[in-house]
């Protein structure tokens, strides 16, 4: 299947996926050139002292390399792959950004060094993965600075049209705290939307990664969910196709207080165990997810709720997650609401060995999805 004309398909690639064992191993050899319109090359970090940056360590294990030279190079088996590069993360946090873009000198060293690296190793962009300004040790002052940088960037990279995006929280009250969206807009190629851990262990009972609507144990007033984050963004000035709509290829996990409740909602005690390949507590990609369903399909009691999500249990451990069926609905929701197209986290997390059947089955079903819409 080629990757939808009318709609970008945005992968991300975590570059230490290579590391991961047996099945689970990832490397550039595997990435679907024929469905990805844009893969994203993630993480590059910073240094908030001087403004440089830090490229991650080239590697290969068993044959599967994370080469960035690679990555760039696989534009020769598709001429109109995007490959971009990511800086930030998670685990990066707000610490140096807060320092480096606050500083007059060391942003304009960051962009400098950023529009560099981007322009020897023939990447086509930027995406800006900072989890999240003016919050987790930031300074009020990054909302407005964020901008800054984001226009700096904008006007470095027009000269070679370089592809400038970002990643960002979807919830009003992270709209409030980090991102003037109708300036954002203004610079920003694409807002690459995290429509994904809507819910987790910090909350008082289980819930599923990324529901489409609400949950059907919600309470009324409570909005997290694709459709109203969707909504919340282009309420507070977004281009619609400057949207991309996020979605998971893994599951959050729990571990259930007892079998008599093992719906959404449901009392637990702490995060499923770590899986054989992701290998982190509270977390399963739909690789792990599907070849453990395949491999004990009777230990699985598996509930999906049409056109929105899918929660399972096998004993006392639980999962909510995405299924092929509900990526194709989020992805007809995308098309639907004029967003730009659908994004992946993360391309090596999804069934990309063919363990459980076909190849890709989640950025296949989402762009059959986006194109039927």
Excluded at 38 to 67: C, D, M, R, W
Excluded at 229 to 243: D, Y
Excluded at 254 to 265: D, E, H, I
């Amino acid at each position: 299947m080629k990757a939808a004309a009318s709609g970008v398909v945005v992968c991300y690639y975590g570059e230490w996926a290579n590391q991961r064992p047996g099945n689970g191993r990832f490397g550039v050899s595997d990435m679907p050139t024929d469905l990805c319109t844009h893969i994203v090359y993630s993480f590059l970090t910073l240094n908030g002292t001087t403004g440089g940056i830090i490229a991650p360590e080239q590697t290969t294990y068993e044959g599967k390399a994370n080469s960035a030279t690679d990555l760039v190079a696989l534009k020769e088996k598709n001429a109109d792959l995007k490959i971009m590069v990511a800086i930030g993360g998670w685990t990066e946090g707000s610490v140096n950004f807060t320092a480096v873009v606050n500083d007059d000198t060391l942003r304009a060293t960051l962009v400098s060094n950023l529009y560099n690296y981007i322009d020897t190793n023939g990447f086509d962009g930027l995406d800006l993965d900072w989890e999240y300004p003016a919050q987790r040790d930031g300074a009020d002052t990054d909302k407005e600075q964020f901008v800054t940088l984001v226009k700096e960037l904008k006007e470095a990279f027009a000269a070679k049209s370089y592809l400038l995006t970002a990643a960002v929280a979807v919830t009003q009250s992270n709209i409030d705290l980090s991102y003037n969206v109708t300036e954002l807009d203004k610079y920003l190629d694409y807002f690459h939307l995290m429509m994904y851990d809507f819910h987790g262990t910090w909350d008082s009972v289980t819930g599923v990664n990324a529901p489409l609507y609400a949950q059907l144990t919600d309470d009324s007033s409570l909005n997290f969910n694709v459709n109203n984050s969707v909504h919340v963004w282009i309420n507070n000035g977004a281009t619609p196709s400057k949207l991309v709509l996020g979605l998971g290829a893994y599951g959050k996990t729990f571990t259930l207080t007892s079998l008599n409740n093992t719906s959404t909602g449901a009392p637990f005690t702490g995060a499923g165990a770590a899986g054989p390949y992701v290998a982190e507590a509270g977390i399963y990609s739909y690789l792990e997810i599907c070849e453990d369903q395949k491999n004990y399909p009777a230990e699985w009691n598996i509930t999906e709720v049409e056109g929105n999500y899918v929660y399972a249990n096998k004993d006392l451990f639980w999962v909510g997650y995405d299924n092929p069926n509900t990526i194709k609905a989020k992805a007809q929701y995308a098309k639907t609401m004029g967003l730009g197209g659908i994004m992946y986290w993360a391309v090596d997390e999804d069934d990309f060995g063919g363990i459980c059947g076909d190849k890709f089955p989640l950025i296949s079903a989402g762009i059959a999805g986006y194109n039927s819409a």
